[in-house]
């Protein structure tokens, strides 16, 4: 089975910064478009950014210039270099992993169990 492990989060300052780190293990990593999704209390899930098997990255309007994602294939990991970070940014931070080149209406997705970040003073 498809494991996602993140790590990485705790607690820092507004303007501080947090590197994100999701390890995956049990299937072929490359084959996967990689994620950061968080979440707040009370509030929806939401993409933070996302990068595919082949390097393309977007990220939401609200990180942008602030957040980075990246992934090495060879360790089987992604991360999110998160800086200038906000009390906004304050959330429950999960990675996802989304099997690429399927057929439309077929998808396969796997998540993480989360790991916290809190931007406070």
């Known amino acids: 089975q498809v494991q996602l492990v993140e790590s990485g989060g705790g607690l820092v300052q507004p303007g501080g910064s947090l590197r994100l780190s999701c390890a995956v293990s049990g299937s072929i990593f490359s084959i996967y478009t990689m994620g950061w999704y968080r979440q707040a209390p009370g509030k929806q899930r939401e993409l933070v950014a996302a990068?595919?098997?082949?390097?393309?990255?977007n990220h939401a309007d609200s990180v942008t210039g602030r957040f980075t994602i990246s992934r090495d294939n060879a360790k089987n990991a992604v991360y999110l270099q998160m800086n200038s970070l906000k009390p906004e940014d304050t959330a429950v931070y999960y990675c996802n992993a989304v099997r690429e080149k399927m057929r439309i209406g077929v998808r396969f997705d796997y998540w993480g169990q989360g790991t916290q970040v809190t931007v406070s003073s």
């Open positions: 990068i595919t098997s082949g390097g393309s990255t």
